[in-house]
């Protein structure tokens, strides 16, 4: 779909009668030529949690739950993040039991990212769990800075081997079409030589005026990452912020299995 008919940054009318139209496909290859890598060098998966889902039961009464939605990271698509709130909220007057809303929620998602996508909803009572990412914190490393566009020769190597979890709650890029930050708690899972931890948040905090989506931030991590610091084993996961009452958590890596448990972090 071309981009330009993308409802993200443009005036837009919210139905609030069931309307998939609004879906809209960002495809992911276009995404992805900046990494001039043969096919992908990871797999994973991108798990939206949507908090402001609400319809009415089969008499009328509203109705409310979380939303969570784990697409693959080798789906053709990805759903843009505006036309996902605008069709949720088109549930809102719409009488519909949970079993098929949840239903299709899942039939409209799979047909707009060309893949399969787990759909769970979640009544308030079981919300999800806050919990820090996994790691070390090297936000109190002492970093000097005057570019911030994504450079990957600020990384670097100390030589010995090891394997460590390190976190960042520094990073800070913009909607590539609206311009608005997006802040996020990003996680570094790597085994082989010991990655310098102040070259690591220079190169976080270089992304601070970069205009990308959520998911090409977090793959161009994991390739310059990959490239520049030669880890055997890498995982690369970020938790951002909400926006218009969705959170988008890109997780990639090369041995390693997805969270199973959606834990947001403090933040969020």
């Not at 505006?82 to 409209?108: C, N, V």
């Not at 060309?114 to 820090?132: D, I």
């Amino acid at each position: 779909m071309p981009a330009d008919r993308s409802p993200l940054g443009q005036a837009t009318d919210y139905p609030d009668h069931y309307d998939a139209s609004v879906l809209f496909a960002v495809d992911r290859g276009t995404q992805r030529t900046y990494l001039s890598v043969p096919g992908l060098p990871f797999t994973g998966i991108d798990i939206w949690t949507a908090y402001e889902i609400t319809w009415l039961d089969r008499v009328g009464k509203p109705q409310v739950a979380i939303g969570e939605f784990r697409v693959g990271a080798d789906s053709p698509a990805m759903v843009e993040s505006k036309s996902l709130k605008l069709y949720l909220g088109s549930f809102a007057q719409e009488r519909i039991g949970i079993d098929d809303l949840t239903s299709t929620l899942r039939t409209d998602l799979e047909r707009t990212c060309g893949a399969p996508v787990g759909v769970s909803l979640h009544p308030l009572s079981t919300s999800v769990r806050v919990a820090e990412l996994a790691g070390e914190s090297i936000d109190a490393s002492k970093i000097n800075m005057e570019r911030y566009q994504p450079d990957p020769t600020l990384l670097g190597r100390v030589g010995t081997l090891a394997e460590e979890t390190l976190r960042t709650s520094l990073f800070r890029s913009n909607c590539p079409v609206t311009g608005q930050p997006d802040y996020a708690d990003v996680m570094v899972h790597y085994r082989g030589p010991r990655i310098d931890r102040e070259a690591l948040l220079r190169y976080f905090v270089s992304y601070r005026e970069h205009a990308a989506f959520h998911e090409a931030c977090v793959e161009r991590m994991f390739v310059d990452i990959a490239l520049h610091c030669r880890p055997d084993q890498l995982t690369v996961y970020a938790r951002f912020l909400r926006r218009g009452g969705i959170d988008i958590n890109p997780f990639r890596s090369n041995f390693e299995p997805p969270p199973v448990r959606n834990e947001r972090t403090p933040r969020q």
